[in-house]
């Protein structure tokens, strides 16, 4: 395959497209919380690894949607690591939608490439319960 920038890497190819739904894609994913969200999804819930995408307008809507998964126990039970959050992540209204502030690790890095250095660490040591990164579309 190649694409306006050249050849695109094997792995580029098998990467799951929402354009091309097969019944090869259907596997058992983690229930997002939301009935319909799930039905939508082709793993029926948020994939059991991988990279998640979520675009929004503004900031605050991800931790809602993000909650049902975060808060239910699992074997995952590492931190929650955010890297450059927007804000500050604010405590009573992550408390009320049941997320446990104790294991929220936050990250400020003032260079692109430290932010990406600490998701790699914590990628490779596999300690967290989930990594969400936030990044500024400027």
Known sequence: MYSNLGPIPSTAASLWRADRLDAKT????????YNTLDAELPDQGWPRSGLIEILTHGHGPEWSLLAPWLRRPTAEAGPILCLTPPHEPYAPALHQLGLPLERLLIVRAEAWSDTAWAGEQALQLMACKAILWWVSAN
């Open 26 to 33: 259907a596997l058992a994913g983690h229930a997002t919380g």
